[in-house]
């Protein structure tokens, strides 16, 4: 079964990417993208732009409204996400713990709908 694997961590804490702290995140995750592609479980991923540079769509009795921004204001923000294959929910919860966005944020695991 897939996974959706969100991660959600607050924007203004993240080290600079160029910083030797964020070196090492960066380091960290390109390892752990290499760890879940050899074991075959990898089905596709991104990281995602700070939400200022988010736009949500809504319509709204047939209009359409555009903001600014993420949908709703909250502490961590939708950092990224990774698409796994994993044989049940504790296999999931099994690779999501070994993303490092876990240690200062959280990862929310989905199940995806297979429509086939």
Avoid at 9 to 32: C, H, K, L, M, N
Avoid at 34 to 50: C, F
């Amino acid at each position: 079964m897939e996974y959706a694997l969100l991660i959600y961590d607050d924007e203004s804490a993240r080290p600079d990417p160029t910083s030797p702290e964020g070196q090492a995140v960066y380091e960290a995750y390109y390892a752990f993208t290499e760890e879940i592609t050899a074991n075959d479980v990898n089905r596709g991923g991104e990281a995602l732009h700070d939400t200022t540079t988010a736009t949500t769509v809504r319509v709204r009795d047939d209009e359409l409204v555009v903001t600014d921004g993420p949908f709703a204001e909250t502490k961590e923000q939708l950092g990224g996400f990774y698409l796994v294959e994993a044989p049940d929910l504790d296999g999931a919860i099994a690779i999501a713990a070994k993303i490092p966005g876990a240690r200062y944020g959280s990862i929310e695991v989905r199940p995806v709908i297979d429509f086939g």
